[in-house]
């Protein structure tokens, strides 16, 4: 059964950075891509970035300058690491699988959400 | 970017009713459009991809159509668990975007 857990800390203090934890079961992270995405209250979801089957990186342009996602394949987890955190980051961040071929840009699975609010 | 307009954002409709929620590219994304259902508590799911194909597990009631820049989600004879926000999503460049969202109730 594949399965997304997001998990961090609900409060960051402004210009802060923002650590999550993303931990997968069911599927190998060598086999899958992993996306972020999130979503503020009351708007629409936002594409962050993958991390590939082969440790490859791609980020919104958007968020680059601030977004790092990596891995630890031994624990099956994906890592989002973003800095000076504003206000406006306050959001539920979503980790989700990206598709088997040739559809790795859909996102089959997801996990529930971890909710981040951004305030001092 | 992409930018991906849902229309309408809400919507009431009766079981056994049947929806139509649409999905406009700002350009051609070809069939490069998922839809995905988003419900109170649990994980998001993947209905649709390629514009027209559902995924493994999605009912029959559903479908897609469109390519280019005009896409369609349609749900016949709803059902109770279909009251949910549906939201399209491209694929065909980067940066992915979302449509908006489209909010079903029940009437």
């Known amino acids: 059964q594949v399965q997304l857990k997001e998990s961090g800390p609900g409060l960051v203090q402004p210009s802060e950075t923002l650590s999550l934890t993303c931990t997968v079961s069911?599927?190998?992270?060598?086999?899958?891509?992993v996306n972020w995405v999130r979503q503020p209250p009351g708007k629409g979801l936002e594409w962050m970035g993958t991390?590939?089957?082969?440790?490859?990186?791609d980020y919104n342009s958007a968020l680059k300058s601030r977004l790092s996602i990596s891995r630890d394949t031994s624990k099956s987890q994906v890592f989002l690491k973003m800095n000076s955190l504003q206000t406006e980051d306050t959001a539920i961040y979503l980790c989700?699988?990206?598709?088997?071929?040739?559809?790795?840009?859909?996102?089959?699975?997801w996990g529930q959400g971890a909710s981040v609010t951004v305030s001092s | 970017d992409v930018q991906m307009t849902q229309s309408p954002s809400y919507l009431a409709a009766s079981p056994g009713e049947s929806v139509s929620i649409s999905c406009k590219a700002s350009k051609s994304i070809s069939n490069n459009l998922a839809w995905y259902q988003e419900k109170p508590g649990k994980a998001n799911k993947l209905l649709i991809h390629?514009?027209?194909t559902l995924q493994s597990g999605t009912p029959s009631r559903f479908s897609g159509s469109g390519s280019g820049t005009d896409f369609t989600l349609t749900i016949r004879s709803l059902e109770s668990e279909d009251f949910a926000v549906y939201y399209c999503q491209q694929y065909n460049e980067y940066p992915l975007t979302f449509g908006s969202g489209t909010k079903l109730e029940i009437k």
């Open positions: 989700a699988r990206g598709g088997a071929a040739p559809h790795y840009y859909v996102m089959d699975a």
């Open positions: 069911g599927f190998s992270l060598t086999s899958y891509g």
């Open positions: 390629s514009g027209s």
């Open positions: 991390i590939w089957n082969d440790g490859s990186t």
